[in-house]
Every structure is written in C-alpha cells, then in structure tokens.
C-alpha cells in the first residue's frame, strides 16, 4: 500500500513550494520502512509561474516520485481530480491536497496508520486550518473527531 498525494494546481505560483516542501517534511515516526509516498501533480493550464515553481523544486530537491501533467485547456478542479486518481492503483491511499495546503509533518503518517489498522477503512478527512497571513496563526479550524 502507497500514498498518492494527488495535487490539481491552478495558479499556485505563490504557495506550491511550501505545500510540496510539507510532503517532503513529512516524518513516519511508526515505522522502520516508511511507505512509498509519490506526488502527482496536475496543472490545469496556470497562467503564472506555477509550472517553473513545481520545476524548480524538481530540481532542486530531487524529489525521485513525482509526476507532473499538463492540461491542454483549463477544465476547472473536478476534472483534474478525476484524472489524477485515474493514474492511481485501486490500492493506493488517496490524499488529496490542494496547490495552496500544507501538510503537519505527522499527517500521512496518521493517515498510513489508520488504513494499517483497520482494513474495512474506505475515506477519512482530517481536520483543517485557515489562515490568513501567517500559517501559525489560523483564523479558523475544524476540530479532531474520533
């Protein structure tokens, strides 16, 4: 079982190093082999800078799983959802982030876990944060259910 983090991009330019950036963080504490993490990203035709962003941490950070497609016309989030979990196994775990989230360092792990532990597991969500100018400082959040 792998983790496929799934990210439709549009316009992005601003934030997608950092949301790449806290998949690279992430820390697998439970586990002597963590699981295979790959990153698919779709742009859906930005017309920023997002495309030369996701190179640039290609480049630089060598991250060796991850898939980068391009549209060919801009078809809005659903479509890019739908291709993206299309170029996943039936066995993968699915996270879907968007071009602008970030990930804790533990969330896959917590997530990993949860499938590990209970096979009958089909989805989860996990709480959310939004911030306004400082990630540290959320202007709204959801809490943690159990």
Do not use: H
Not at 29 to 35: A, L, M, N, Q, V
Not at 123 to 131: A, E, N, T
Request: glycine share 2%; charged share 30%.
């Amino acid at each position: 079982m792998k983790i496929n983090v799934c990210i439709p991009a549009y316009n992005n330019e601003k934030t997608i190093l950092e949301t790449l950036q806290s998949i690279k963080e992430q820390k697998f504490d439970d586990f002597s082999i963590p699981p295979d993490v790959e990153i698919a990203i779709l742009d859906d035709v930005s017309t920023d800078n997002t495309i030369s962003k996701i190179e640039e941490f290609l480049v630089n950070n060598k991250y060796p799983k991850t898939a980068l497609y391009r549209g060919n016309k801009n078809e809005g989030l659903a479509s890019s959802l739908n291709y993206l979990v299309s170029q996943c196994s039936e066995e993968d775990i699915i996270v879907f982030l968007a071009g602008d989230d970030y990930l804790l360092p533990d969330a896959l792990d917590k997530i990993y876990l949860s499938f590990e532990k209970n096979s009958q597991l089909g989805i989860i969500v996990r709480p959310y944060y939004w911030f306004k100018d400082d990630w540290r400082k959320p202007v709204r959040w959801t809490k943690t259910k159990n």
